[in-house]
């Protein structure tokens, strides 16, 4: 079967550092997706990793280790606005299946 | 350049009636999804087109739900009857296989209430 799990939910302060993790099992991979979705809001693409290893992009990176299954989001400075659910998905061989998405809750 | 444009964007109907939901892709994307997102829950892929063509709609309820692309650019995705288990976000994305990855871009979603 196919399957992605990230946690529910996380709590961070402003200005720290967090890591979403996704792991996954699914038919074939053709690289992992991180989506930001804003309550009420379309999902809007942050990063894509096909090959192992960490992508940066500014404030945002991502993990991949294939061989484990296993992706990760790290967010650095976190700012208010960063609350929003993070959602991990991963093309298998014909589709982009999605995660349930991780809640993140930014505290001042 | 602008996103996926979906309307309406909040609809509210009684179960048994009819709706529709339409879609603009970004101009050029050959791709079309319509996905449907449950509160708490990531997107579900419904229908792919590949222009014109639906190349998977194994998810798709074929009973109630129904999809047409004419001329393999807007979308629209009809519920007929609606059930009150319909009630959800209905999202429209698009991609480009000339773009890399083939990065999915996502239209605002269509909120649904069937009351």
């Known amino acids: 079967g196919q399957n992605i799990d990230q946690p529910t939910e996380m709590t961070a302060t402003e200005g720290a550092i967090v890591q979403i993790n996704c792991t996954y099992q699914t038919s074939g991979f053709n690289g992992l997706f991180w989506y930001q979705q804003h309550a009420g809001e379309a999902p809007t693409f942050l990063s894509y990793n096909v090959l192992d290893g960490l992508e940066e992009k500014g404030r945002f990176s991502s993990f991949l280790s294939r061989s484990k299954g296993y992706s990760y989001l790290l967010l650095k400075e976190l700012q208010m606005k960063d609350s929003a659910s993070y959602l991990c998905a991963v093309r298998g061989t014909d589709k982009l299946i999605f995660g349930t998405g991780t809640r993140l809750q930014v505290f001042p | 350049e602008a996103g996926v444009v979906q309307s309406p964007r909040y609809k509210i109907i009684e179960k048994k009636q009819p709706v529709a939901f339409w879609c603009n892709p970004i101009s050029g994307h050959n791709t079309l999804y319509w996905y449907l997102q449950n509160l708490g829950q990531g997107p579900e892929l419904l229908i792919r087109?590949?222009?014109?063509?639906?190349?998977?709609d194994s998810q798709l309820p074929k009973d109630r739900f129904s999809a047409e692309r004419l001329k393999g650019v807007d979308s629209t995705l009809k519920i007929q009857p609606a059930e009150l288990g319909d009630s959800a976000v209905y999202l429209c994305?698009?991609?480009?296989?000339?773009?890399?990855?083939?990065?999915?871009?996502f239209g605002p979603g269509t909120r649904l209430t069937v009351l």
């Open positions: 087109y590949e222009n014109e063509e639906a190349v998977d």
């Open positions: 994305a698009s991609s480009s296989i000339l773009a890399g990855a083939s990065t999915q871009y």
